[in-house]
């Protein structure tokens, strides 16, 4: 049980602090993956899909962080969200190329692991 809650705290700092990120400095945030936002509707779409969508979900997971019956779903919820990510980015690079981008390479990387450690949790959390 401890183990999860210390993977949601995580969780949480990661998405709000990318969230906040991308809400507010979505060009700047964009540019690291390679994004050119030159339309102002590029940019509003960023701050909602980028900034507030990670943002809204560092919120559900703090509110797993204070009810109890909240964690296997926020468990469930970042096991599918990591996963689902990491396979359509895989997809990505092997439709598209660019596999020579270390960006796509860590941020898989980063999925994986962290799906990986959203099942591990949820297993223990189900084994409780």
Known sequence: MLYARLYLVVQVLLLAGFGIAYFLRPQEMGAVSGMLLMESAAVTDVRAFYGALQIGLAV?????????ELTRPALTLLLVLYSSLALGRIAGLWLDGG???TFNLWAIL???VSAGLA???LRRW???
Do not use: D, N, Y
Not at 62 to 68: D, I, K, N, T, V
């Open 60 to 68: 559900f997971l703090g509110l797993a962080l204070s009810r109890h």
């Open 119 to 121: 099942g591990w949790a």
């Open 110 to 112: 980063f999925e994986v």
């Open 99 to 101: 596999a020579q981008q």
């Open 126 to 128: 189900s084994a409780v």
